[in-house]
């Protein structure tokens, strides 16, 4: 079975700056799609990336960016420039083609003055 | 609709009642998954509907909960005698298709609370 892993529970930073969450996953596939989830205290789970395993280049979004090591299974999120606004829960998710989203338990962001 | 659009948005129930939690799509994503989060924890996949078939139900918990859905649109989310331990968010996602490269539009999910 597919395990989705993030080891940190909380995190902090200061606006304007850089944070990296961790993610690692457990499979067997060798073609799969790896997502981060940010759930503000609305609940509503919003997708701020995705990346295709087969893709070798790491995916991009404005401020969010990832970093995808396949063989090493892991799959970190950088936010650079930091607002208050990225304060959330963010989760990490996986998927084939043919399987639903698995997500890890997520980190929770906290971003200080 | 423009999103997707989930109700009650919070439900306190006695322990032992049954409660029906509600999903609209939207229009014309034909694949719907039900996911519960409780407090602190990730989210827990329940069912899958593709359609109106649910080709996986491995996560329901328990035979005290049940779904379905009509018309390829809609879906009810039904727990029956409710336990305290169904207390969590159930949140409700839709996609075009099953395939993976439909991402999943997320409802803003329903507190259910278990007095």
């Known amino acids: 079975a597919q395990t989705v892993t993030q080891s940190q529970p909380e995190m902090s930073v200061q606006e304007a700056e850089t944070v990296t969450l961790s993610c690692t996953y457990d499979?067997?596939?060798?073609?799969?799609?790896l997502f981060w989830y940010k759930q503000p205290p609305s609940r509503q789970m919003i997708l701020v990336i995705r990346q295709e395993a087969y893709k070798q280049q790491n995916a991009t979004e404005n401020r969010f960016s990832v970093n995808f090591q396949k063989a090493a299974k892991s799959f970190s999120l950088k936010i650079s420039d930091s607002q208050l606004g990225d304060a959330a829960m963010y989760f990490c998710?996986?998927?084939?083609?043919?399987?639903?989203?698995?997500f890890g338990t997520g980190t929770r962001l906290q971003v200080t003055l | 609709g423009a999103g997707v659009s989930q109700s009650p948005s919070n439900k306190v129930t006695e322990k032992g009642k049954d409660v029906e939690l509600r999903c609209d799509p939207i229009s014309g994503h034909t694949a719907l998954y039900w996911y519960r989060q409780s407090l602190g924890q990730g989210l827990e996949f329940l069912i899958y509907f593709q359609g109106n078939s649910a080709p996986d139900k491995s996560g329901l918990p328990s035979d005290r909960f049940s779904a379905e859905r009509t018309g390829g649109s809609v879906s009810t989310l039904t727990i029956q005698r409710t336990q305290q331990e169904d207390s969590a968010v159930y949140l409700c996602?839709?996609?075009?298709?099953?395939?993976?490269?439909?991402?999943?539009?997320f409802g803003s999910g329903t507190r259910l609370t278990v007095v």
């Open positions: 996602a839709s996609s075009l298709d099953s395939g993976a490269n439909y991402g999943y539009t």
């Open positions: 499979t067997s596939e060798s073609d799969y799609y």
């Open positions: 998710a996986y998927r084939t083609s043919t399987s639903k989203l698995t």
